[in-house]
């Protein structure tokens, strides 16, 4: 029982090295640039050890963000009040805007948008009932409300958060009237 409660928390130990040493070395590097070699070598892990855990460099940032977007949407998801849903979501974009600066930086933006998308997805799946005869119709909603919303954050923070946070939400909200 004690092996199996150590080999747990090598198999973790292990994944937040890689999870850091990829995040820091995304930092002067593009996505498409870096090597799992280069990874394991800055976090001190093997190859195996890398490849146990991972298929891919971008398998760890998905799992590395996948709960921050997720405790956002989990937040969000029955709030009464649409206006807390944008001022929630407003803090998350202001939160992880260094993070998404990084991804536009390191050219693994799309990642960003697959996770956001996703969780669009669940949210209109648990809140908003669907018309029947929408049926696979709703995928086109859930993908323009989903692209809407993320590129106007995203634009947002490529041109240097220029705007003020109250005009990036007002624009948020068009979306939802």
Request: net charge neutral; glycine share 4%; no cysteine.
């Amino acid at each position: 029982m004690a092996a199996t409660e150590h080999a747990k928390n090598i198999k973790k130990d292990t994944k937040e090295w890689i999870a850091f040493a990829l995040l820091e070395l995304l930092k002067t590097n593009r996505l498409s640039k870096l090597t799992v070699s280069e990874v394991v070598k800055k976090a001190g892990v093997s190859r195996m050890g890398f490849y146990r855990n991972y298929e891919n460099l971008e398998q760890v940032l998905k799992e590395y963000y996948e709960p921050k977007f997720a405790d956002i949407f989990n937040k969000i998801a029955f709030k009464k009040s649409h206006e807390q849903k944008i001022a929630d979501l407003t803090s998350f974009f202001l939160d992880l805007s260094k993070d998404f600066h990084m991804a536009i930086e390191g050219d693994y933006i799309g990642l960003f948008y697959q996770i956001f998308k996703s969780h669009v997805a669940q949210l209109y799946d648990e809140i908003i009932p669907f018309p029947d005869w929408m049926g696979a119709k709703r995928n086109y909603w859930i993908d323009f409300m989903s692209a809407g919303v993320f590129e106007i954050w995203v634009m947002w923070i490529k041109n240097g958060q220029k705007e003020s946070i109250e005009e990036i939400s007002t624009l948020i909200r068009l979306f939802h009237k």
